[in-house]
């Protein structure tokens, strides 16, 4: 039911409260999905795109890219490490790192990832994958 609620705010472009919704299912996927499971994969990617959406300080990024590395990483078991969302969860990882550091991120080495130009919001999608999820932000 909160899914629905959180894809409804989505699609009507009401970020915060998609991101409010978004985090507090977090622990319900958590406690019922494995830790490679491809919904927590996909659902950790949400929150941090939403977060990145929506703040403007420096501390909402850092836990943005902490959820975008976990969804690499989940992603990377379940998809495969040149799947589509991979891919551009690597990209979205490096932009946000050039972003805070305003240099080289360290996350451009251990990714092998090239660099790109920080896309504009209305440029930005979640890729769909199993759940035929596309949101443009």
């Given at each position: ?14 970020w915060r409260e998609a991101l ?41 990024l850092k836990e943005s890219m ?50 790109i130009n920080r896309q504009s ?17």
């Amino acid at each position: 039911m909160r899914e629905c609620l959180m894809d409804s705010y989505i699609e009507q472009q009401k970020w915060r409260e998609a991101l409010q919704v978004a985090v507090a299912l977090k622990g319900q996927y958590e406690l019922y999905y494995s830790t490679y499971n491809p919904f927590l994969g996909l659902h950790c990617y949400k929150i941090a795109k939403l977060l990145q959406q929506v703040s403007e300080d420096t501390a909402a990024l850092k836990e943005s890219m902490k959820l975008l590395d976990k969804a690499i990483g989940i992603l990377s078991v379940t998809h495969g490490s040149t799947h589509h969302c991979v891919v551009e969860g690597k990209r979205l990882l490096y932009d946000t790192g050039m972003e805070l550091t305003g240099r080289k991120s360290s996350f451009a080495s251990r990714w092998n990832t090239k660099r790109i130009n920080r896309q504009s919001s209305s440029d930005i999608n979640i890729p769909s994958i199993e759940m035929n999820i596309r949101i443009s932000l």
